[in-house]
């Protein structure tokens, strides 16, 4: 982090003294615009440098005279705008002109760090003539893709003379543009669907309208030190940032891609190959005692694939979206730094927990959604963890207004869009995780609204960056499945049923109008305590009957009342709250289960 924070001043200070140098008028500050972090503005006769980056939404006050948290005063405007002055970035590293938009790329010449600056209005362009755009034949007997269809897995469409097969339930998602996506290509050249030319002004704001692309909240910018492109939807809505250049280069060869990827890749429908094992054994560590006892991280048992670090909470003495994480008095920091450090190197993941029983973080705002990144961002940076798991189980509503394809509510829009940049700032090899309460996920089956499903957006919106799901099979009691029967936890028939339904997909509320799309088998697992203590609700269930549901699961055996429609051999694992209770009893979670995937 320090070194992000470096490269940020080095670039900050260029820009300024290129804009000191040449008596530069900064631009006026404008509602609907978003600013990026450091940027200088006028405002009613003073200079305004952003604190953060954000967007200046229409009608929400949020000018720089009004908002500390979002502007610092730096000065008094210059009462005539000086010429915008030009400047060439060092020939070192990859560079792009000026943007259409009145932006500029500085670059560090030494790190190839990154920023976009806004430095003025762009003018439009002459309105290009449209150029027609060649309908190509469907391939006989299979119909053309629509957007608006939906189509479950194994469907096939034809894009020109390209033929594709869903991998899963999916609607608007366009064959050809996501070699992860859910169409895999049968037959032809990947042709990728082009509507036709039409003659659109460039405007200098490319905030899509409410109309057009759902209101998501501004993204976070790329971190100083990388470059980030934007990701689109098949609408054209930006949905995210993927890294295209690292600033430091690993001297040694690796695995990860090239800024050129190959021209031949190799499809795959599991993004996160080579993250997990096969199979896995997550199991929480806490470093509170609640009658467990506590342990050093480092004699954790290898038998667990995956230590969930429990928690990061919401600092309430702090302004809202502020993480922070509390290392126990009976813990010793550094050790605890060089055991993360000792498990990683033995093959382990070593992630840390969001929330928690007791957790509650509100992110129902731009400044708090900022601050939620940078804090949580930090703490992940700063002891070195592999990645995230979210165990929120507090201050998760929805309303009548959250379609969990573009959800409305601030705290679970921000919480997506959040997490999004975190994974950004870390890259590729950061493993996203979660461990949801059963009313929050298959509870949206029986009624959705509330907490009912109110994981369900979450879990959508992350959907292409999650590696396991694994809802908590415990303390919940009984509750509906699709086949229209009631199983109670501390059953086979309930692993077997509420995986089921991750894994086939469910209709919210019973209305077959909103299906909830499946996920992949690799990313789904289910969480149980690894002894009856751990659970004060219930929901423990033996070795042996665990051992027949995940038998059902995987391979159609040893099934009771529920019978899933297929087996799924790569259903990723189990979880277990927690590591802790399993030490009361010689780890035998962790070392039967362990021993079971390894067969």
Not at 111 to 124: D, F, K, Q, R, Y
Not at 175 to 188: E, I
Request: proline share 9%; aromatic share 10%; hydrophobic share 35%.
């Amino acid at each position: 982090m320090a070194k992000s924070r470096s490269n940020k001043t080095r670039l900050a200070a260029l820009l300024g003294g290129l804009l000191l140098a040449a008596g530069v008028h900064a631009a006026a500050w404008q509602e609907d615009t978003t600013y990026q972090v450091n940027t200088v503005v006028d405002y009613n006769g003073k200079t305004y440098s952003a604190l953060v980056t954000h967007t200046a939404y229409a009608g929400a006050g949020w000018n720089p005279a009004s908002t500390p948290t979002l502007w610092k005063e730096t000065g008094t405007s210059s009462a005539t705008p000086s010429p915008t002055p030009t400047f060439t970035a060092p020939p070192v590293c990859p560079i792009r002109t000026p943007s259409q938009y009145g932006y500029w790329k500085i670059i560090d010449s030494v790190t190839c760090a990154t920023e976009w600056v806004v430095t003025g209005t762009a003018t439009p362009p002459p309105t290009p003539t449209p150029t027609p755009t060649a309908t190509a034949t469907p391939v006989a007997g299979i119909p053309a893709w629509n957007a608006a269809t939906v189509y479950n897995g194994g469907a096939r469409v034809s894009v020109g003379s390209a033929v594709y097969e869903a991998k899963w339930w999916t609607q608007g998602n366009v064959p050809g543009a996501d070699q992860w996506g859910p169409w895999k290509l049968v037959s032809g050249t990947a042709v990728t669907p082009t509507p036709t030319a039409t003659a659109t002004p460039i405007v200098v704001t490319p905030t899509p309208s409410a109309s057009a692309c759902p209101s998501l909240p501004t993204l976070m910018p790329p971190p100083a030190g990388y470059t980030y492109e934007a990701i689109k939807d098949a609408s054209g809505c930006t949905i995210g940032w993927k890294q295209i250049l690292i600033a430091t280069p690993t001297p040694t060869a690796t695995a990860t891609p090239t800024a050129t990827p190959s021209t031949t890749p190799t499809p795959s429908t599991t993004p996160s190959t080579g993250l997990l094992p096969k199979h896995v054994v997550v199991g929480y560590w806490h470093n509170f005692d609640n009658g467990s006892g506590v342990m050093r991280l480092k004699d954790v048992p290898a038998e667990y694939n995956i230590i969930n670090v429990s928690f990061v909470e919401g600092d309430q003495a702090a302004p809202k979206g502020t993480a922070a994480f509390v290392l126990d008095k009976l813990f010793n920091e550094a050790e605890f730094i060089a055991d993360i450090k000792l498990k990683q190197s033995q093959g382990t993941k070593v992630l840390v927990s969001l929330g928690g029983a007791n957790g509650v973080i509100v992110i129902d705002s731009l400044e708090a959604r900022e601050r939620f990144i940078k804090t949580l961002g930090d703490i992940i940076a700063k002891y070195g963890f592999d990645g995230l798991d979210l165990d929120m189980e507090n201050n998760l509503t929805i309303t009548a207004s959250d379609d969990f394809r573009k959800p409305v509510t601030p705290q679970i829009v921000n919480i997506i869009a959040g997490v999004k940049a975190i994974k950004a700032r870390f890259g590729d090899k950061f493993i996203l995780t979660m461990a949801p309460e059963v009313n929050y996920v298959q509870g949206g089956y029986g009624y959705y609204g509330g907490t009912w499903g109110g994981y369900l957006p979450i879990i959508h919106g992350l959907r292409d960056d999650l590696n396991m799901l694994h809802v908590q099979h415990y303390n919940t009691g009984s509750i509906n499945a699709p086949d229209g029967k009631i199983y109670a936890q501390s059953t086979i028939d309930f692993q077997v049923a509420m995986s089921d339904m991750l894994l086939s997909g469910f209709n919210l509320g019973g209305d077959v109008s909103k299906p909830f799309p499946p996920l992949r088998a690799d990313q789904v697992g289910f969480g149980l305590p690894s002894t009856a203590g751990a659970a004060p609700s219930g929901g423990y269930l033996s070795i042996a009957d665990t051992q027949k549901a995940l038998d059902c699961i995987m391979k159609l055996q040893n099934c009771g009342t529920y019978k899933p429609a297929k087996a799924q051999p790569d259903f990723r694992g189990i979880m277990t709250w927690s590591i802790n209770w399993d030490s009361k009893q010689a780890y035998q979670f962790a070392k039967s289960h362990s021993a079971y995937f390894a067969k």
